[in-house]
């Protein structure tokens, strides 16, 4: 008998327990925050909300990852600043497929995006190890 390899199911932790919460798919809602949509020329009001996927293993330990530009933070959203609700987003992804036990549904990306400018430094952090810095110049 051939070697199958052993598949390790990704997880993310359950907080306030020891416990793993194993991830089956991640379903991420595309412009879902109004400010986000016009900085990407689209209309919030107007635009059904569109969803794409990433794969189980695109997940990483807690330890909220961040990115500055010259100390700022660029992006940081709040669900009130969303166009779709959390139970808007899970009925109409519930048209598209059967939403089951492990899908992750990442609730879209808010505003900030946006170039870096010459002269910008940018700082990159995961929790648990040295950060990594770059300035463009």
């Known amino acids: ?12 932790s359950i907080a306030h ?9 991640i379903f991420c809602v ?10 990407m020329g689209s209309d919030p009001n107007r635009q059904p909300p569109f969803f794409f996927t990433k794969p189980a293993d695109a997940v990483v330990a807690s330890g909220a990852i961040t990115l ?24 109409i992804l519930s048209t598209y497929v059967a939403v089951a036990a492990g899908d992750l549904i990442f609730t879209g990306t ?6 870096i400018q010459r002269g910008e430094q940018v700082r990159g ?13």
């Open 110 to 115: 808010p505003a900030g995006v946006g170039p």
């Open 1 to 12: 008998m051939s070697d199958v390899p052993n598949l390790q199911v990704p997880t993310i």
């Open 30 to 39: 595309g412009q879902n925050y109004a400010d986000h949509a016009r900085e």
């Open 125 to 137: 952090a995961i929790a648990g190890i040295d950060p990594v810095e770059v300035t463009f110049e």
């Open 17 to 25: 327990s020891n416990a793993r919460f194993p991830v089956r798919r």
């Open 68 to 91: 500055t530009i010259d100390g700022q933070v660029r992006q940081a959203g709040d669900l009130a600043d969303m166009i779709w609700s959390v139970a808007d987003i899970i009925s």
